[in-house]
């Protein structure tokens, strides 16, 4: 907010994070940025949290570094100076007999839950803030799970990738991982399920598993909680009984294999996806990189590449893509090629805001009052 009597303005900001840093932009246009960075030098930054609520801006880091290992770091005044805690945010318990090897996901609950943060993490955990992301505390509910020792590393680790609490309910929370499938809790994270019915796992011996499914990203519908879409492993779904069933929404995309799945942050139906050839490819279709938007819950789905670069051999990893809350909404992705795109008309048109960067691994939007 401004201060010493000055007007605020409406200012865009942009963090992504890559193998080597972070790099945070701020915006009058979406369309036109200025960067600072890199952040964390050599450190790896595979998520980002922006924390907007109570008309203050946090933005929280999952850094990784080789030397020290990983922790969470939080700047109030948008990087230039930044806190860790002095024990490390994120800890696990000497009973476990583990230790953290990556944040993979940072998530500020709903407007009303001032203060709560949560963090998916590897291996396989759930860690829940009350003091705005500086102090964590493990989920015993998941980690003591009976399905935990069969759940699998995916390809880029064993990672709890999404957390989705309900913003209708407190005691309503998704989580997705890799491998394992989506998880619910209804009990404020006291005990979780598997919710993986209709979704399916054709790499492993039962098709139609109760968990285990490889799934890449879940987003949630604005305006109907109980409506989720999941980009799977070969699959994309939406539910909507809050998880109870998954239905098919692949048809009209070119494959049903790629990593990210943004909902938009007011209507409802529509989301976005951006297709990748699957499972020994790994690049874009025919080297096109493009998203695809539905704006009816998945019954057709429109192409979008105005303004991306063809063409385009790099992928676009699960968290590496993000909305804002602006109107229209921002859509925004970067590369393992190292570019960042974004587009102020939901998708219809992209500009390049940044290149040549280290691979793209997380990249976060919001709009904020400076």
Wanted: some cysteine; proline content about 7%.
């Amino acid at each position: 907010m401004a201060t010493n009597g000055e007007l605020s303005k409406t200012t865009y900001l942009l963090a992504v994070g890559t193998k080597k840093g972070l790099w945070l932009g701020t915006s009058a246009d979406r369309a036109n940025y200025t960067f600072t960075g890199p952040h964390f030098l050599m450190h790896e930054i595979p998520s980002v949290g922006i924390d907007t609520r109570n008309n203050h801006t946090r933005i929280l880091v999952g850094v990784r570094s080789e030397h020290w290992g990983p922790t969470v770091a939080h700047s109030d005044d948008l990087g230039e100076t930044w806190t860790e805690p002095e024990n490390g945010a994120i800890t696990f318990p000497p009973d476990t007999d583990a230790a953290l090897e990556r944040v993979w996901q940072i998530q500020p609950d709903t407007e009303d839950r001032a203060g709560v943060v949560w963090a998916g993490c590897e291996p396989i955990s759930v860690w829940k803030s009350t003091d705005g992301g500086e102090h964590f505390e493990l989920n015993r509910g998941l980690w003591d799970h009976p399905h935990r020792s069969e759940w699998g590393a995916g390809f880029g680790g064993a990672a709890a990738h999404t957390v989705l609490p309900s913003p209708a309910d407190p005691n309503t929370i998704h989580i997705a991982m890799s491998t394992g499938g989506v998880y619910r809790s209804t009990d404020a994270g006291s005990s979780w399920e598997p919710r993986n019915k209709g979704i399916s796992a054709g790499f492993m011996p039962d098709a139609e598993p109760e968990f285990g499914q490889c799934v890449h990203k879940v987003a949630r519908d604005p305006n109907v909680p109980e409506t989720l879409y999941a980009q799977n492993h070969h699959g994309v779904y939406r539910t909507d009984d809050n998880g109870d069933t998954w239905n098919s929404i692949a048809e009209g995309l070119p494959t049903d294999f790629g990593f990210t799945m943004l909902t938009h942050p007011r209507r409802s139906g529509t989301a976005w996806v951006v297709p990748i050839m699957a499972d020994s490819e790994r690049i874009p279709p025919g080297g096109q990189l493009a998203v695809h938007r539905t704006d009816d819950a998945g019954a057709s789905w429109t192409r979008l590449a105005d303004g991306l670069v063809e063409p385009e051999f790099n992928v676009v990893l699960r968290d590496a893509a993000a909305v804002d809350t602006e109107e229209p909404a921002g859509v925004y992705f970067g590369t393992r090629g190292g570019t960042v795109y974004a587009s102020a008309d939901e998708g219809n048109s992209f500009v390049p805001v940044l290149s040549q960067l280290p691979d793209v691994l997380c990249v976060r939007a919001a709009v904020v009052e400076l």
